[in-house]
């Protein structure tokens, strides 16, 4: 079974970084595409970073271009997904979800979910 668990969220200052982590068990990350969702209250889920399983990076959204970076580490099956300048409307809960080989920009197209972290910017 597939399973991914996200890790690394928290309450900071506007500003301020975290770095998010999704880590998988069961399976191997090598093969599988990874994206970073958000939801944030009251909102619809937004896709925010991809990246396939070969290290390409996709950008879903534009509020983030020059802040979040995404990457991947095979070895330890963990995807990262860097939080820089974070701003309030970046609060949200962070869900990362798997698919293979390549990034898609349809949520319905990744397979597995993991159960999300909690992000909250605020003084």
């Known amino acids: 079974q597939l399973q991914l668990v996200e890790s690394g969220g928290g309450l900071v200052q506007p500003g301020g970084s975290l770095r998010l982590s999704c880590a998988a068990s069961?399976?191997?990350?090598?093969?599988?595409?990874i994206a970073w969702v958000r939801r944030a209250p009251g909102k619809e889920r937004e896709g925010i970073l991809c990246?396939?399983?070969?290290?390409?990076?996709?950008d879903y959204a534009d509020s983030v271009k020059g802040r979040f970076t995404i990457t991947r580490d095979n070895p330890k099956n963990t995807v990262y997904l860097q939080m820089n300048s974070l701003k309030p409307e970046d609060t949200a809960v962070y869900y990362c979800?798997?698919?293979?080989?390549?990034?898609?920009?349809?949520?319905?197209?990744?397979?597995?979910w993991g159960q999300g972290t909690q992000v909250t910017v605020s003084s």
């Open positions: 979800a798997a698919r293979f080989a390549y990034c898609s920009v349809r949520e319905a197209d990744f397979t597995s």
């Open positions: 990246i396939s399983s070969r290290g390409g990076s996709t």
């Open positions: 069961g399976f191997s990350l090598d093969y599988y595409a």
